[in-house]
């Protein structure tokens, strides 16, 4: 009846394990800062239904991706796969897991397009880590339906266009990295309460409020 396995910084290597799928009773699994893992990610990781934390980082993966399987994850709230070698599309098929996930981390991955409306559908998310990608595109307007956002981090990509007025809707926010992106235009009105919310913003403004390719200019949050 295994509830938790925690092997964080381990000198553990090698495939992980089919067997970890064998665990019906976990709730948490850590494995943050595996270096020397190699392989990919399971699919029998599909069966650990009673999952509330997943946490597997900065592995020696080689590029694959999540497994359609783990859609059956549905009681998730933590999803951390940092530094793992996702590859392809944003995976939609976590879409199942938005009525409980609180935290998804996919920072320092192969990720690539544009990230799809379906974000819209995890609205109990506080926190979205998609920094260190290759996604292009610009941001969906379905973004500012995930109200409980208090972290919202998107940089050192290639996402473009401007920047959605709908982030005004996310009261919720504390932070918010948007640097090492190609947005253009003006900041929307609707985010001005961010200075006087005491947001933490990081982006790429344009100097001197010049507008060019790959900046933003800070309109009322100069």
């Known amino acids: 009846n295994l509830e938790i396995l925690q092997l964080d910084n381990s000198l553990i290597s090698g495939l992980l394990p ?7 009773s976990l709730k ?8 020397l893992l190699s392989g990919t990610l399971i699919s029998e990781l599909g069966r650990l239904t009673s999952l509330l934390e997943l946490v597997i980082t900065s592995t020696s993966f080689v590029p694959g991706s999540i497994p359609i399987e783990f859609q059956r994850l549905t009681n998730l709230r933590v999803l951390n796969l940092n530094g793992t070698s996702l590859g392809g599309q944003f995976p ?3 879409a199942s ?3 409980t996930l609180e935290q998804l981390h996919l920072e320092g991955n192969f990720l690539q397009g544009s990230m799809p409306t379906e974000i819209g559908l995890f609205t ?8 260190g ?5 610009s941001l969906p307007t379905e973004l500012g339906l995930c109200t409980r956002l208090r972290s919202l981090t998107l940089g050192k990509n290639e996402l473009s266009g401007e920047l959605p007025s709908e982030l005004g809707q996310l009261f919720s926010l504390r932070t918010v990295s948007l640097d090492g992106n190609r947005f253009t235009g003006t900041v929307p ?6 200075k006087d919310r005491g947001v933490a913003y990081t982006g790429d403004f344009c100097p ?9 200019e800070p309109g009322c949050l100069q």
């Open 208 to 216: 001197q409020s010049t507008s060019n390719l790959g900046c933003i």
């Open 92 to 94: 939609v098929h976590l």
């Open 124 to 131: 109990r998310l506080e926190s979205l880590s998609l920094e």
């Open 18 to 24: 089919t067997e970890l799928g064998d665990a019906p």
């Open 189 to 194: 009105s609707d985010l001005c309460d961010w």
């Open 28 to 35: 948490e699994l850590y494995l943050d800062g595996t270096g």
């Open 133 to 137: 990608n290759l996604l292009t595109g």
């Open 97 to 99: 897991l938005a009525p």
